[in-house]
Nanobody, 128 residues
Framework: QVQFVESGGGLVQPGGSLRLSCAAHGFSLDDRAIGWFRQAPGKEREGVSCIRSSDGNTYYSDSVKGRFTVSRDSAKDTVYLQMNSLKPEDTAIYHC?????????????????????WGQGTQVTVSS
């Protein structure tokens, strides 16, 4: 059974850091792009970042570029999202999702319909 388990969320003060993890169970990430999405109350789910296993390409939304870094540990079938300089507007539930590498590129990585499997999410709250 395919399953994603996200972890690492929590409460942090503005300017702080968190590292989210997305661990895959039941399949390998070797031929998958992994995207991170977030959804705040009353808002649509938005793409935050993505890493493609085929070539290591990474993608970021403008709102997190320069503050967030996505990385992958293939031996552990785990993808990480390092989040620095967090802002209150980063508060949301963060989900990871998997897509076939060929369905993701610079113009499509943030589209939710490109992803086949989704995790349950982990809450990130940025507040003083």
């Amino acid at each position: 059974q395919v399953q994603f388990v996200e972890s690492g969320g929590g409460l942090v003060q503005p300017g702080g850091s968190l590292r989210l993890s997305c661990a895959a169970h039941g399949f390998s990430l070797d031929d998958r792009a992994i995207g991170w999405f977030r959804q705040a109350p009353g808002k649509e789910r938005e793409g935050v970042s993505c890493i493609r296993s085929s070539d290591g390409n990474t993608y970021y939304s403008d709102s997190v570029k320069g503050r967030f870094t996505v990385s992958r540990d293939s031996a552990k079938d785990t993808v990480y999202l390092q989040m620095n300089s967090l802002k209150p507007e980063d508060t949301a539930i963060y989900h990871c999702a998997a897509a076939l590498n060929i369905r993701v590129d610079d113009s499509t990585w943030s589209r939710t319909d490109r992803y086949d499997y989704w995790g349950q999410g982990t809450q990130v709250t940025v507040s003083s």
